[in-house]
């Protein structure tokens, strides 16, 4: 599951997954290969999947004073349903590339792991999937 929080200066990305010890390996093979996939394999279809499903949560969530208050530290006011809709359709391949190059290629991570994670990929191979086209 992708998690995303963001403010007026800064933000979180990441990937929430659970998965058996023994397939750890494979689990984190295809999340930096999906990772790596929004640089270049976004096609306008994703773009199009992706702005319904946000939309789609957005209309079946009540607003919590979490998400008021996320809109008041980042923009200062409540974004109209309307704009907030208008924002997420503004956001095509290009863009999503663009973000991606920016903040996913060649960066630092971190890695959060708790359980039998003995057959996890260690930092350093994380951090290499991020300056390659490895997949």
């Not at 309307?82 to 991570?109: C, G, P, Q, S, Y």
């Not at 003995?118 to 930092?123: F, I, M």
């Amino acid at each position: 599951m992708a998690v995303s929080s963001h403010y007026k200066e800064t933000g979180l990305f990441g990937v929430y997954a659970v998965g058996k010890p023994d397939c750890l390996d494979d689990l984190a093979s295809a999340i930096m290969q999906e990772i790596s996939k929004l640089r270049y394999r976004v096609t306008e279809e994703d773009a199009i999947r992706a702005q319904n499903q946000l939309k789609y949560l957005i209309c079946n969530e009540q607003p919590t004073a979490e998400e008021i208050g996320r809109q008041l530290l980042a923009y200062g006011r409540i974004i109209p349903l309307a704009e907030l809709f208008a924002r997420i359709d503004a956001v095509d391949v290009a863009t999503v590339k663009r973000v991606a190059n920016k903040f996913l290629f060649d960066k630092d991570i971190a890695i959060a792991a708790s359980g039998p994670v003995k057959l996890l990929p260690d930092h350093n191979w994380f951090r290499s999937c991020t300056s390659m086209l490895c997949y």
